[in-house]
């Protein structure tokens, strides 16, 4: 790795970045990463959602253990604080998604 960087740090020099572009296959850049599929934003939304409902019913059972006296002090708070950066977050995209509609309601037609 190191000397990867050592060796791309040489060519650049009074040549600029041509040096580089030479050594870098142009089929290298274009080809798409592998093991990797594309998701829209539904599906991603949708994912997000579904691992905060999750964390909100895993801190839920948390809490219910703890007071019953099977979970520890650490995993209940451990689970309401992954529950609580849940929310937060779900109301933060309610909040950019309320934003834009309404950015979108007030352009002229």
Known sequence: MLDA????????GPTGSTAIATKIAP????APPTGLTAASFGDVMSEVATKGVQN?????????????????VQQVVEAVLAAEQSLHTAVAVRDKVVAA?????????
């Open 56 to 72: 909100l019913k895993a801190a839920e059972a948390a809490s219910i253990m703890g007071m019953q006296g099977k979970a520890s």
């Open 5 to 12: 960087v050592s060796s791309l740090a040489t060519s650049v």
């Open 101 to 109: 509609y309404q950015e979108i309601s007030r352009m002229a037609i």
């Open 27 to 30: 089929a290298a850049l274009a």
